[in-house]
């Protein structure tokens, strides 16, 4: 229905017929194209809980006509458990923020196996592996020929890797330098251009964020406490929920470090 076009001409028909609708449907992935086709046809989009609704299923056999017979049901009876769903930029901003978080994972995975390398080779030089002295050392040691080619080729990796991140660092500290909340959240301790620009993107409303919470609160929770506080306070996005917990994981045992 969806690759063939039907679904897209049965919502232009009722466009062109003067049909005005509003359109439920539960959380689900690759669905973007969807509400954007909607959007631009001028109809409402209702996102809906599908924890929610699931809990609202009757016991029967789950179907594609039973689950839109019950998302229709609960429209009209107000019931539908309607959540917050960002903006057309505000998805764009998680794709950047999301994009450059998997090259660092990527990139970590090629370091761990050139430092593991190393070690297996009498070499526990940890962070001065990535030095330009200890990068020469490396390129230096005697290896089998299959253990020289994948040390090659994880270099290579390495080398392509860095610049992609710093272009995309750059475009993060762009982003923060517009949005007044983020510059203000870097005031906190800790908290760096990444970490603003994430909550910023994830979080619906953050001048209600400042309203709840000042200051003084802010700097006086300890790293534990302030961990567990951003945790519950992130929005509903599952995607970049996961990603600002990554980055406060990463830097809450250091008071100091700015991620």
Partial sequence: MHSNGEAENFYRDLKARGISVRV????TGYSRWFERLLADL????????????KTRRAKKKKTDREDARLLLKLLLEDRFPRIWVP?????DLRQLLWHRHRLVQMRTRIMNQLQALAMNE???????????RGRAELEKLPLAFWASLRRQGLLELLDRMNPAIDELTAAVEKE??????ALRLMTHPGVGPLTALAFCADHRDTR??????TDQQLRGADSERGFQ???TTIGAHQQTRQFVIALLASGGS????TL
Wanted: charged content about 25%; glycine content about 12%; aromatic content about 16%.
């Fill in 122 to 132: 009498n070499r526990c030089w940890k962070g001065k592996l990535w030095s330009a």
């Fill in 42 to 53: 001028g109809f409402e989009v209702w996102i809906g809980d599908a924890a929610e609704i």
């Fill in 87 to 91: 903006s057309p930029e505000n998805r």
């Fill in 229 to 231: 506080w951003w945790q």
């Fill in 24 to 27: 439920g449907m539960e959380t």
């Fill in 208 to 213: 209600t964020f400042w309203l709840r919470q």
């Fill in 254 to 257: 250091t008071g100091g470090r």
């Fill in 176 to 181: 923060v330098q517009k949005r007044p909340e």
